[in-house]
């Protein structure tokens, strides 16, 4: 059996909003699949799309609530964790919280620490638009970080909140990278060299994220793999080929992004595809640098970074 790491999902938000369950349901994810797996752990980010940013707070809570719920009904299969030793010593499925878009933060510093305190562990500064931390790549805008983002990096930085910036624009990327103390990561972002889609991050910007000893996870959607019009496990291998050159397959893991896409590369429609394409990853690239993709790089990431 294969284990893995996965960076970015957005179960949690669609299974709420579609009124699913965790166990099985018509996602792409659930513990029926993930189980096909070695005490795998997925990411779980709260993703709030613009309806809710009126009251964001508020509903970030009410989708943590859904998801220690479908914990506790699943609990003979999945636990929550929070911290390198949660995950290294488990049996289970691992599941640990993120946010995606400081939307749930609002203005409020204390935000922060109340999410951490409720076990969110990593923070997407932006999402596509502009909040009060930033912008998001979408906006096109040439504007930094805000001074309450600024505060935020430095709050995160002080409780060892891993600071994600897929979303985030090329300006406030930089102010980022000027004035962090710990290791940032891109939990689901591709090379643009490869696909020059706003979204995906340019060399210099992969090359600071190895300078800050941080990771980057590997997103399928496809508008993120190629321009063409069906993307392909094919598309999957330039991105990794591309980035393992440049900054090492030890900075590389997955990202995929399932239940946030409304497509998927061809044959990985689903969590539990993920078997077929790590079979094709360790015959072309070997075990070794399969492990360190699918779940080394980002144990040696959180041993360091994710330790409360």
């Known amino acids: 059996m294969?284990?893995?790491?996965?960076?970015?999902?957005?179960?949690?938000t669609t299974a709420y909003e579609r009124k699913q369950n965790f166990y099985k349901n018509n996602l792409h994810i659930d513990i029926n699949r993930l189980n096909q797996f070695k005490t795998p752990t997925q990411?779980?980010?709260?993703?709030?799309?613009k309806k809710y940013y009126k009251n964001a707070f508020e509903i970030t809570n009410k989708m943590i609530d859904f998801f220690e719920q479908q914990i506790e009904e699943n609990k003979n299969f999945i636990k929550k964790v929070t911290n390198f030793e949660n995950i290294k010593t488990s049996s289970k499925i691992n599941g640990l919280l993120s946010i995606e878009g400081g939307e749930s933060i609002g203005n409020n510093i204390d935000n922060i620490y109340h999410f951490f305190n409720r076990g969110v562990r990593i923070l997407t500064l932006c999402w596509n638009y502009e909040n009060n931390i930033g912008?998001?790549?979408?906006?096109?805008?040439?504007?930094?970080?805000?001074?309450?983002?600024?505060?935020?990096v430095k709050t995160m930085n002080d409780i060892n909140m891993v600071i994600d910036v897929s979303h985030l624009?090329?300006?406030?990327?930089?102010?980022?990278?000027k004035m962090a103390k710990k290791p940032f990561i891109a939990t689901h972002s591709n090379a643009y060299t490869i696909c020059n889609h706003y979204r995906n991050l340019k060399d210099e910007q992969l090359k600071a994220i190895k300078d800050c000893e941080g990771i980057v996870g590997i997103n399928l959607c496809p508008k993120f793999l190629t321009n063409k019009n069906?993307?392909?496990?094919?598309?999957?291998?330039?991105?990794?080929?591309y980035i393992g050159d440049l900054i090492g397959y030890d900075k590389i893991c997955l990202g995929g992004d399932f239940d946030g896409i409304e497509e998927t590369p061809k044959n990985l429609e689903d969590v539990s595809k993920y078997k077929n394409l790590f079979e094709k990853i360790e015959k072309i690239y070997g075990k070794d640098i399969l492990e360190k993709i699918t779940y080394k790089n980002f144990y040696k990431f959180c041993e360091k970074n994710i330790k409360k």
């Open 230 to 241: 069906v993307a392909t496990e094919e598309h999957i291998f330039k991105h990794i080929d």
């Open 169 to 177: 624009n090329e300006e406030g990327f930089w102010d980022l990278y």
């Open 2 to 12: 294969y284990k893995f790491v996965d960076l970015h999902c957005d179960t949690i």
């Open 135 to 152: 912008f998001g790549a979408f906006t096109k805008s040439t504007k930094g970080l805000k001074p309450f983002g600024k505060e935020v």
């Open 43 to 49: 990411i779980f980010a709260i993703w709030l799309s």
